[in-house]
């Protein structure tokens, strides 16, 4: 009996950039003290109010079918948080919450592409992207963002490729480089959307995440309402990533294309976790600066840090709970860099090729040990990537 190549084909064959991460998971679970700066989780758990608001629902009843598009409040909070933040007028009609933003990705993606059809995305890139766009049947294309130009993507590298394609996929604040999209890169986008008649899918799970400047939501700019779905979640934002909850914000006709699918995979998002997440939002701004807060800090340190050498090189980052840095002096690929990192320091990092080809001669480094951990890593990678670039000489 054959499986489906459907979901072997999810995964691009050949190294999926992932060993690292497992050799440092296979390493402590022998009983080495790995520092683990691989995967965006934070340090801290889902905060007890949360949780015991989520207990109170579940006691309350609320523990079976949910509503299928989402809970009416949950909704309406996500509605009006986004047309407090963006200016655009956004009711519960535009919202559908999904079991976290991968399933957002995932359902979004569905939603407007039919079979065979091309799907951009930009790279360096979230590591799911390809393999969701392929589970949607669609052809995946990346188009490069560059180093040089600090990983913002150009609107006239996107323009050759959207001819004929029918969706684009970016994420600002950005994983892996933690780049804020500008908004010049994001009108650029905008207009070749329009031009082309693409649908974007602007994958905002980091919008809470932002350290300098300010996040601009694509769908706020002129004539993108209409063609903009948005991935949000709770994941990042609320230190929730293990209750699974998330949305899409998008135009009506595509909500109720989301419910269908929905209807025929998820059933919806269960409502105790649901209230919970209305009670999490409901804690308003500072409770999510508050779980920002220490990676705001952390990057802080790394900074300092980097300051005061010269062979590590750091990609500006404006946003989100990583640091893209360059260690391309020291002779070794991001792959190469990040094994010899794990075996000589035991500090495990995501080598840049995981992402795309963009990030070659990178890693990315997950601010997500606490304070000193965090900074003792970055001092000993420091002096690490300095003995290799000497020896390089
Ligand atoms: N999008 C990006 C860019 C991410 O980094 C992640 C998780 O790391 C997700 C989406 C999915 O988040 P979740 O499914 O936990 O909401």
């Known amino acids: 009996m054959q499986a489906s190549n459907r979901i072997s084909t999810l995964l691009s064959g050949g190294s999926d950039g992932w060993e690292v991460f497992n050799r440092a998971r296979q390493m402590m679970a022998e009983g080495t003290d790995v520092t683990e700066l691989t995967i965006g989780e934070h340090d801290i758990r889902t905060a007890a109010p949360v949780l015991q608001d989520m207990h109170r629902a579940a006691m309350g009843g609320h523990t079976g079918y949910a509503s299928i598009p989402g ?107 933690g780049v804020v999209y500008s908004r010049e890169t994001l009108e650029g986008i905008a207009d070749v959307c329009k031009e082309h008649d693409l649908w974007l899918i602007s994958d905002e799970v980091y919008d809470t995440q932002i350290w300098e400047g300010a996040h601009i939501s694509p769908r706020a700019l002129e004539g993108m309402a209409e063609r903009t779905l948005v991935v949000g979640s709770m994941s990042k934002s609320h230190a929730m990533t293990g209750s699974r909850i998330g949305w899409v914000v998008a135009p009506e006709p595509i909500i109720e294309h989301l419910v269908n699918l929905a209807t025929h995979t998820t059933y919806g998002v269960p409502g105790f976790i649901q209230e919970a997440a209305l009670f999490a939002l409901e804690q308003g701004e500072a409770f999510e600066a508050e779980i920002a807060e220490p990676f705001r800090r952390r990057r802080g340190l790394a900074y300092d840090i980097l300051a005061a050498q010269n062979v590590v090189g750091v990609v500006p980052n404006a946003g989100a709970m990583y640091m893209m840095l360059d260690v391309s ?47 003792a890593a970055l001092n000993a990678l420091c002096s690490f990537a300095q003995t290799l670039a000497t020896k390089e000489k």
């Open 71 to 177: 809970i009416p409040t949950l909704r309406d909070a996500i509605a009006a948080r986004v047309t407090a933040r963006t200016g655009v007028p956004t009711t519960r009609e535009n919202v559908m919450i999904t079991p976290g933003g991968q399933s957002a990705l995932f359902a979004s993606h569905m939603a407007v592409l039919d079979h065979g059809d091309t799907a951009l995305y930009i790279d360096p890139y979230y590591a799911t992207y390809p393999g969701t766009l392929r589970g949607a049947s669609a052809k995946p294309v990346a188009i490069k963002a560059r180093a040089s130009d600090a990983f913002q993507p150009r609107a006239q590298d996107i323009a050759p490729y959207a001819a004929g394609a029918k969706s684009l996929l970016i994420n600002s604040p950005n994983n892996p480089t």
């Open 329 to 375: 002096a020291t002779g070794l690929s991001g792959e190469g860099f990040a094994n010899a990192l794990l075996d000589t320091h035991q500090i495990a990092v995501m080598p840049g090729e995981s992402f795309g080809s963009a990030a070659a001669g990178h890693i990315r480094v997950a601010m997500t040990v606490d304070d000193t951990a965090f900074e």
